[in-house]
C-alpha cells in the first residue's frame, strides 16, 4: 500500500541522503529538486523511485562521483563543450542549461554540449529551465542501449528523450519530455515495483517476439536478449522508423559534438562484467524569443495555438483533448497538497538508507 509524504519532507530526507555519500549541499539540492519535481508531474518512473538504485547504489558502488568536476573544455559566445567526469547528472545538466540560457539572453541562442555524465533524471527539468527564463528549451541526452533499430533485435540505442518546452500565456509551460522508445526502462522498474506484466509490443525478444515478463525483461534487457521498441513499434507498419530516426539523432548530438562514448560503450559493463561508469552525453539548446518578436507576442500566439488545438473536435466519448504539460499541471495541483506517493519497495529503501547513514527522520507509513 502506498503512503504520500510531504514534498519538503522528502525533498530535504534526499537531500541529507546524498549528503551523508558525499555529495555537497549546494548540488544535493539540486539533485533533489530534479527527482521531487517528477514526482509533482506525476512522472513516477523518474522520481524517487529511482533514488536508490540509480544515484545512491551508484554512488556506493564506486561508478558516479558524488563530487562533481564541471569542466569546461571549449567554449564560444554561443557554445561550449563540458567534461562531467563522471559526476552527478542533474548537477551538470542544471549547469549546461544555465550556461545555455546565459548565452542565449546575451546572443539570442545557446548551445552547450556534455561528455561523461551520468543520468540527469527527467529532461523536461531543463527545458523548464529555459521556459521559466522566457525562452525555448531543448535537451536530448543518449543512455544504456536499449532499443533495437527497426528491423533488428538487438538493443543499440537509448532511450533518448528528444524534448522541447516553451513559455505560454497559460498557467502551465508546453512540456515535451518522451522517450524516442514506446517506453523507457523507469517506467519498466515500476511495472517490476507493482508486480505488474510489461504490455506486449512495446519489448522485443531476440527471436522478434513481443515479451511481456517484466522482470525477466529488465534481466534481459542487461544481457541483450531483449530490447525496447521504437516509438511507432515493432517494424514498419505503425511507423517505427521514426522513432528509430528520432533515437539515433538525439544519440549523434549526444556523441558527437563533445566526443562522447554512444551506443553499447553506455552499457555501464566493463570488458569483464564489473560495473564501470556509464558516460552518458546531452546537449542543452536555449533560444530566446525576445531576440526575435518578443516574449509577450510569443506566449501569446503559443497559448492560442495550444487553445485551439485543445478545443477542436473531439472524438466521441472523449471527455477533452489535452496539450503537452497540462497533465502534469493537473497532478501538481493534485498533489501539491497530499505530497509524494510512495509505494512499499522504496519505503523499505527510504527506511534502509535512512538507517545505514543515521539520519533523524519518521515517515508517515512507520506511524
Known amino acids: 500500500m502506498s503512503n504520500t509524504i510531504g514534498f519538503e519532507t522528502v525533498k530535504n530526507f534526499m537531500i541529507d541522503a546524498f ?4 555529495v555537497p549541499r549546494g548540488d544535493a539540492a539540486i539533485c533533489a529538486d530534479v527527482l521531487v519535481e517528477s514526482d509533482r508531474r506525476g512522472i513516477e518512473s523518474h522520481g524517487v523511485n529511482r533514488f536508490k538504485p540509480i544515484y545512491i547504489d551508484r554512488i556506493n558502488d564506486g561508478i558516479q562521483n558524488p563530487v562533481t568536476n564541471f569542466e569546461v573544455l571549449r567554449e564560444t559566445k554561443t557554445t561550449a563543450v563540458i567534461d562531467g567526469h563522471d559526476g552527478m547528472g542533474q548537477v551538470i545538466g542544471y549547469r549546461s542549461m544555465e550556461m545555455a540560457i546565459d548565452k542565449a539572453r546575451e546572443y539570442g541562442m545557446g548551445m552547450v554540449a556534455v561528455r561523461n555524465s551520468c543520468h540527469y533524471g527527467i529532461a523536461g527539468y531543463y527545458t523548464s529551465m529555459a521556459a521559466k527564463a522566457g525562452m525555448i528549451g531543448m535537451t536530448g541526452t543518449n543512455a544504456r542501449p536499449s532499443i533495437a533499430p527497426t528491423f533488428g533485435v538487438e538493443n543499440m540505442l537509448g532511450t533518448n528523450p528528444l524534448t522541447i518546452g516553451f513559455p505560454t500565456d497559460e498557467d502551465f509551460d508546453f512540456s515535451l519530455d518522451c522517450a524516442t522508445s514506446i517506453t523507457q526502462r523507469g517506467k519498466l522498474e ?20 513481443p515479451l511481456t515478463d517484466t522482470d525477466k525483461i529488465l534481466d534481459q534487457l542487461n544481457t541483450g536478449e ?15 522508423y521514426k522513432g528509430y530516426g528520432y533515437a539515433t539523432v538525439v544519440e549523434v548530438l549526444s556523441a ?7 551506443l553499447k560503450s553506455l552499457s555501464g559493463i566493463g570488458a569483464g562484467g564489473e560495473k564501470v561508469p556509464y558516460h552518458l552525453g546531452h546537449f542543452f539548446i536555449a533560444i530566446d524569443t525576445q531576440a ?11 497559448g492560442d495555438i495550444l487553445r485551439a488545438l485543445r478545443n477542436s473536435k473531439k472524438s466521441p466519448g472523449e471527455g477533452r483533448i489535452y496539450t503537452a504539460g497540462e497533465k502534469e499541471w493537473n497532478v501538481w495541483l493534485e498533489r501539491k497538497d497530499s505530497g509524494v506517493p510512495i509505494n512499499p519497495a522504496v519505503q523499505k529503501e527510504f527506511c534502509a538508507i535512512r538507517d545505514n547513514l543515521a539520519l533523524d527522520y519518521k515517515f508517515p507509513w512507520e506511524i
Open 256 to 262: 558527437a559534438l563533445a566526443q562522447g562514448q554512444f
Open 19 to 22: 549528503c551523508g555519500v558525499g
Open 226 to 240: 531483449a530490447a525496447l521498441a521504437p516509438l511507432g513499434g515493432i517494424g514498419e507498419d505503425l511507423a517505427g
Open 292 to 302: 526575435f518578436m518578443g516574449l509577450d507576442e510569443f506566449k501569446k500566439t503559443a
Open 190 to 209: 515500476y511495472y517490476s515495483r507493482m508486480g505488474k506484466s510489461t504490455p506486449a509490443g512495446i519489448v522485443i525478444g531476440s527471436d522478434g517476439f
